[in-house]
C-alpha cells in the first residue's frame, strides 16, 4: 500500500524577549526540518522510579523509534514545582543526565542526515568525543511525579 502522507516541513522558532535599560537583548532563532512524515506527541506522567521515555533502534518495533529516521526530539517538563532527572544512554551504555527544572524544555536535534546515530558520547573526558547511537532516554521525578510533554519528529 502506498503512503497517502504528504511529507512536510517541521519549524521551530526559539524566541528569548527582553529589555535591559531600554535596549532589546532578545534574539530569535529558527531551525527548520524537511521531509517530515512522522510526529508523535503525548504526556507522560513520570513517576519517582526510573522509567524509559523514549527507545530507538534500527527497524520499526513496538515502543520504539527508527533511530535513523528521528530528526527533532522535544521534552517539556509541565510540573510547576518539581524538576525531573533525564538520561541519555548511546548503544556502549555510556549515559549522561541533565535535570529538567519545572516548567523547561530540553530539545535534542537529530542528525539531518542519520537521525540518533552518532550524536551522543558520554566519558570521563569530554573533549575525546566518540559518537555513538542513542538508543534511550529515561526520567525519573526528583519529589513527586511530574508530567513531561514529548514531541518527536522524524521522517
Known amino acids: 500500500m502506498a503512503t497517502s ?11 528569548e524577549a527582553i529589555t535591559l535599560n531600554g535596549q532589546d537583548k532578545g534574539a530569535t532563532n529558527t531551525l527548520t526540518v524537511a ?7 503525548r504526556i507522560v506522567n513520570v513517576p519517582i522510579t526510573e522509567v524509559i521515555l523514549l527507545a530507538f533502534g534500527t527497524a520499526v518495533a513496538a515502543g520504539q523509534f527508527v533511530e535513523g529516521d528521528v530528526r527533532y526530539i522535544r521534552i517539556t517538563n509541565k510540573d510547576a514545582t518539581n524538576f525531573v532527572t533525564l538520561v541519555f544512554r548511546s548503544e556502549n551504555s ?3 543526565a541533565h535535570k529538567l527544572d519545572a516548567g523547561h524544555s530540553f530539545i535534542y536535534a537529530g542528525d ?5 546515530v552518532d550524536t551522543h558520547d558520554a566519558s570521563a ?7 555513538d547511537d542513542l538508543v534511550d532516554i529515561t526520567a525519573q ?5 511530574v508530567d513531561l510533554e514529548l514531541f518527536i519528529a522524524g521522517v
Do not use: H, K, R
Open 5 to 15: 502522507i504528504t511529507a512536510a516541513t517541521l519549524t521551530v522558532t526559539i524566541t
Open 35 to 41: 521531509s517530515v512524515t512522522e510526529v508523535s506527541q
Open 94 to 96: 555510556n549515559e549522561c
Open 112 to 116: 539531518n542526515s542519520g537521525g540518533v
Open 125 to 131: 573526558t569530554a573533549l575525546t568525543v566518540s559518537l
Open 141 to 145: 521525578a526528583d519529589t513527586a511525579a
